[in-house]
């Protein structure tokens, strides 16, 4: 249902949760840890999904209305209630306050101060990747005053993307062009997403980078949007701080 993260670079104060598909109450193509809200399950399965996961953390997670941009939302400065506010990415400094992001092949990118006082999480798809959110949440921390861990995605094996997302990146900058491998038709390109993160992250200022080197499409344990076409359910990552 819920593990907790291996992150040797964070701080103590940091705790790091990844979930899977089991031990919900979703019935398939959502089996059965759906968390997520928009993609046709049971709204009532859903609910009882994340009730269960909520009992294992310190509070509900903030969830939020995830759009492929770059919105940060500040846990510290803005107010929520029910209703998810639109942001692919989170931030706070108080502790005990979850923030998570829902994935199914796109990257859930944790970032943790080096001191521990302030944690953010982002959904990163190749449209917020190419937008900057990443960059965008480093600009929360201190240059080479925090560090990141990138979370199962889709890998470049199983990820063909056409010349247009490519040009998204290249465009901005040349040396991304080592992260697109040709496909065999000639007209699409294999995309590393976590290696592009990765580079996007240690030339926003991360101190270190720990890539999980999951791909949700191998690993059946977890919800991956282009295995099973589209219809499917989502995982979570979790993040929040301690006050110790």
């Avoid at 937008?131 to 929360?140: C, K, N």
Wanted: hydrophobic letters at 45%.
């Amino acid at each position: 249902m819920i593990r907790r993260i291996h992150w040797p670079e964070a701080p103590r104060n940091v705790v790091l949760r990844l979930t899977d598909r089991e031990g919900g109450v979703s019935r398939e193509p959502y089996a059965s840890f759906n968390l997520a809200t928009h993609v046709g399950d049971d709204p009532a399965a859903v609910v009882e999904n994340r009730l269960r996961l909520a009992r294992l953390l310190p509070a509900m997670p903030l969830w939020l209305e995830q759009v492929h941009g770059t919105r940060v939302f500040d846990a510290d400065h803005e107010a929520w209630g029910e209703t998810p506010p639109s942001a692919d990415a989170a931030v706070t400094t108080k502790p005990g306050v979850p923030l998570a992001v829902l994935v199914a092949d796109c990257l859930p990118v944790a970032f943790a101060a080096c001191d521990g006082r302030r944690v953010a999480v982002a959904h990163a798809g190749w449209r917020g990747l190419a937008g900057g959110v990443l960059e965008v949440v480093a600009r929360y921390f201190a240059r080479g005053g925090f560090v990141a861990w990138i979370g199962p995605g889709i890998s470049a094996a199983h990820y063909e993307v056409g010349e247009e997302v490519r040009r998204a990146f290249v465009d901005q900058a040349p040396s991304l062009a080592r992260f697109f491998v040709p496909g065999r038709d000639g007209a699409h390109w294999h995309a590393d997403l976590a290696g592009i993160a990765r580079a996007k992250l240690l030339a926003a200022g991360a101190a270190a980078v720990r890539p999980s080197g999951r791909c949700t499409f191998r690993d059946e344990t977890l919800y991956s949007y282009r295995r099973e076409r589209g219809r499917t359910g989502r995982f979570a990552l979790c993040l929040w701080r301690t006050s110790a």
